[in-house]
């Protein structure tokens, strides 16, 4: 009987940023999950304080149905803070939905819907500084829907806040915390991800 040789399929770049997700969420969930409170040395932080109740989902074309963010469950009428320091260039509504987005120093842009803004355009933000109001009506549960972009390409905001979050080791006494090692491999794999779109 004779063999078929094949050719291996060279690796893509969604393959690649896949295997990426895949580490950085086995070490999250080996670090004892997510900390929606935790700000880390990176200078990030969770806008709002609660659960991600739908995640992203990148379409395989721009035009075509997706996800572009993450939903993190939250009653109308909490506050928003900037998930990093930046410079606030959109506060206003778009297609009827109140919207804030934040340009970044690294040249990534987060966004926040349906938020009322309490900031203006041109307006410098710190890291953890409120930006905003939620209101209800993004979907079914009231939530703040979390975008983050580079240029015009969606990226898994998840990921970046996952990767300036500390937390808990498993299996570990409760003040023993992430290796320092384990919170800059984190960090250097999430960079690779986002520098790599």
Known sequence: MK???????????TATLWCVSL?????????????????????????????????????????????RGIDIAAPAGTTVVAAAAGVVTWAGV???????????????????Q????????????????????????HATTDCLHFGLLRGTTYLDPLLWLVAATPGPIRLLPTDTHIPLISKRLLQYLADAAFSAE
């Open 23 to 67: 580490v950085i969420a086995t070490l999250v969930s080996l670090a004892g999950g997510m900390s929606p409170t935790a700000q880390a040395d990176s200078g990030r932080q969770w806008p709002v304080t609660g659960s991600v109740i739908r995640r992203f989902q990148k379409p395989a074309e721009d035009w075509l149905p997706g996800h």
């Open 114 to 137: 349906p938020v009322i803004a309490e900031v203006s355009i041109g307006q410098q933000v710190t890291t953890g500084a409120v930006i905003g109001i939620l209101q209800a009506g």
């Open 94 to 112: 778009i297609a009827g939905v109140p919207s804030i987005s934040i340009t970044h120093s690294d040249g990534l842009k987060t966004t926040y």
């Open 3 to 13: 063999s078929v040789k094949t050719k291996p399929k060279p690796v893509t770049r």
